[in-house]
């Protein structure tokens, strides 16, 4: 039996993946700790709160002495590290939150893994720490060589934490790997991005704020698609390697917002240019080869089939965005731990 820590398992990837690996492994346990920020919601974990190979603990990466009491007590197999500040529009209003849980986080995730001798750390990071790519060079594609190159205080707290974690490789021995993904989309994303917002908006007939032009491009990739990767790498990667994720799903904003539209049955006037987000990255473009040509990963869902999943998954689950988005997720909260 083989156990695994998932730290921010109550956000969009983490819980994802709890559910990925409970679902494909009968005989591993998933221990998930999470803040409860506003972006995580044990909402989104109810599917597996009863599973007896599953246990949530509500703590903050930060807290040294509850993290290390926690790897003293679990006997951990691996980490996975998802917990993070994770939106750059909230990154450029408070930056210092970002750096706290991105970068400190990840020390304290690390020193325990040393401590404790946990045989693998992973960390789940982001395609930002490249950069941008311009939009008129189709041909050019983020590999695992292509330099750091930050754009806000997100990414750059992103890229602070991979630094630290390649050093702790060289200098300690920790058994690392990095993942950098592009955008993901699929169920359980938090309404403030893209994608949800798009969809939650248009139901309810409101504007849709697009971000200058709309012709910035991003790199899709399904959510299920980025936790079978991380799964991969957990199992198989080589220690010390950093691999990027992505599954050339390459989309102008506007295009995937007028593709939701459509699909709801809406109207295009509904788009409403706003004014950019400072600093804002043109073109995200992942080259996968090393993990495809190494690990054998591909992604399954391709765009057109991931963006009608994600759409139908938010008409069947209403109570879950309404619940997110209106604050009663704390109170969910208060009631299933309030009194433990
Ligand atoms: N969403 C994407 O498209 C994308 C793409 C590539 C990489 N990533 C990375 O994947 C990871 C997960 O992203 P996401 O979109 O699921 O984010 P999210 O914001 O939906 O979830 C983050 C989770 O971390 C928790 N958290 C925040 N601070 C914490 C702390 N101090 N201690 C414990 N838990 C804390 C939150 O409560 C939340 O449940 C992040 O590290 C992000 O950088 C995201």
């Not at 490789?169 to 917002?197: A, D, M, Q, W």
């Not at 390697?241 to 992505?246: D, L, M």
């Not at 240019?273 to 996968?288: F, K, L, Q």
Request: glycine fraction near 6%.
């Amino acid at each position: 039996m083989k156990k695994l820590l998932v730290t921010g398992g109550a956000g969009f990837i983490g819980a994802n993946f709890v559910y990925y690996i409970l679902n494909k492994y009968q005989d591993r346990q998933v221990v998930c700790i999470d803040k409860l920020t506003y972006a995580g919601n044990l909402e989104t974990l109810k599917g597996v709160m009863d599973n007896p190979n599953f246990k949530f603990v509500k703590a903050d990466i930060t807290d040294r002495e509850t993290v290390f009491k926690l790897f003293e007590e679990e006997k951990f197999d691996a980490v996975i590290n998802f917990a993070a500040e994770s939106h750059v529009d909230r990154s450029i209003v408070e930056p210092e939150v970002f750096l706290k849980t991105n970068i400190l986080g990840t020390q304290v995730l690390l020193d325990a893994t040393n401590k404790y001798n946990v045989p693998r750390y992973h960390q789940v990071s982001t395609d930002e720490v490249y950069g941008d790519l311009p939009l008129d060079r189709p041909d050019l594609f983020f590999t695992e060589d292509t330099p750091i190159h930050t754009s806000s205080p997100y990414s750059a707290s992103k890229a602070s934490a991979d630094l630290l974690v390649l050093a702790y490789y060289r200098t300690y021995k920790t058994p690392v790997t990095i993942s950098r993904c592009s955008n993901n989309y699929g169920p359980y994303h938090f309404p403030e991005k893209l994608i949800p917002l798009m969809i939650v908006n248009a139901l309810h007939d409101k504007a849709l704020p697009v971000y200058g032009e709309g012709i910035n491009v991003r790199d899709w990739l399904y959510v299920e698609d980025h936790c079978k990767a991380i799964d991969m790498i957990v199992n198989d990667g080589t220690v010390g390697e950093i691999y990027n994720i992505g599954g050339h799903n390459e989309r102008q904003n506007i295009e995937v917002v007028k593709t939701i539209i459509k699909a709801l049955g809406k109207d295009e006037s509904l788009i409403k240019y706003v004014t950019d987000r400072p600093g804002h990255d043109r073109r995200y473009a992942i080259d996968p080869t090393k993990i495809r040509t190494e690990l054998g990963w591909y992604p399954e869902t391709d765009f057109d089939t991931g963006i009608q999943k994600t759409i139908d998954w938010y008409l069947e689950n209403r109570e879950w965005w309404q619940n997110v988005m209106d604050g009663s997720y704390q109170e969910y909260y208060e009631k299933m731990y309030g009194n433990k």
